[in-house]
């Protein structure tokens, strides 16, 4: 590319250093003129962009064909020559990301208005039921307000049906969607499941109990988040399903980036006795194994995508097809960075899975869903 001449004075005009040479030993900044025209700023990020490419192009080489080589070399410390693990994954996990929520994630479409009021009618005929439930335990309850309060709410509901059977296009009237739908919440009174129905009815109930009987503070939150959840969505479980999974879908970048240290750290405890690896050296395999799989999963979901488009099915067992190539990748990974023999390694990949399914994966998404149902709307 076409160079701004160099100054004269030696001295960075960065950082103040002496200079010897053309490029700063302190800061690198290139001793050049400070002026310079709109086409060498064009020509300078030409250049830097495909400097950039070159230097991902050969990392990418290496990180998809030659499995554990990229963290060899950054545990021996030639690292200058490759990009950084943590910028790979930066890069590699928002490309992924982003291809995938644009072009990859399936959506359903909005229920038309005649089916929505045939899904009213049955959240209604539902209610019905559940408030009927409820009313035959006022024996136990024992509260006069919460048995008039039900009572009313089983005439509103009532009314709803009727207006409904007499014409679909009543949908947009009825006055039980607007206020307090029924909700399946179930609790126990004297070993005894009661469905509840909306955030007041629970409240009413908790505090027609005894305090031994009261659900406890966290539970009640939880019960509170459902219900109100429930309301939120008509009372339409799959309506509500399709919110919190496309929730926690969203979150999935949060998901594998939290997952990172603690499948580091089991790689740490399986290879305990190997002294020479610190905690940072299994996160960097690691991040690498993660970049190596976003890569190829987004090369097989474009293969699937292409397949189904001129096909019009999918490819049968591609799944498992990708499933066992990330986990040969992963074995000669661990094969080729650890150094270990054959069949121990085999062990060891097997042992690193199998604790992932049964430890990571149930933890790290099991609190991602819980996240999920409540920053859900």
Known sequence: MPHLPERSEKVCLNCKADLIGRFCHICGQENVEPKEGFWHMVTHFVFDLFHFDGKFLSTLKYLLFKPGYLSKEHLIGKRASYLHPIRMYVFTSAFFFLI??????????????????????????????????????????KNSKLTDSLRKKLATIEDDINLLNRDTANFIKLKTLESDNANNINIKIDDKDIQLTSLRVYDSIQQSLPNDKKDGFFLKIWKWQIIALKESHHNNSKELGKAIIE?????????????????????????????????????????????????????????????????????????????????????????????????????????????????????????????????TH
Request: net charge positive.
């Open 100 to 141: 995938f929520f644009n072009f990859f994630q399936k959506g359903e479409k909005e229920i038309n208005g005649p089916n929505r009021a045939e899904q009213a009618k049955n959240e209604l005929q539902n209610s019905k039921k559940e408030v009927l439930q409820v009313l035959k335990m006022t024996s136990v309850i």
């Open 247 to 375: 929730r926690f879908v969203h979150m999935y970048p949060q998901v594998m980036f939290s997952s990172l240290p603690l499948v580091s750290l089991i790689l740490l405890l399986l290879y305990i006795r190997r002294k020479n690896f610190y905690y940072a050296d299994h996160l960097v395999f690691t991040i690498h194994f993660i970049c190596a799989s976003f890569i190829y999963i987004l090369f097989g979901l474009v293969i699937d995508k292409m397949y189904h488009t001129v096909i019009g099915r999918d490819i049968p067992f591609f799944t498992i097809i990708m499933l066992f190539l990330l986990v040969y990748y992963l074995f000669r990974a661990m094969y080729n960075f650890y150094g270990q023999s054959i069949s121990k390694t085999i062990l060891k990949t097997c042992l690193l899975i199998v604790i992932n399914f049964i430890s990571v994966i149930p933890l790290v998404f099991g609190l991602f869903i819980i996240i999920s149902i409540f920053t």
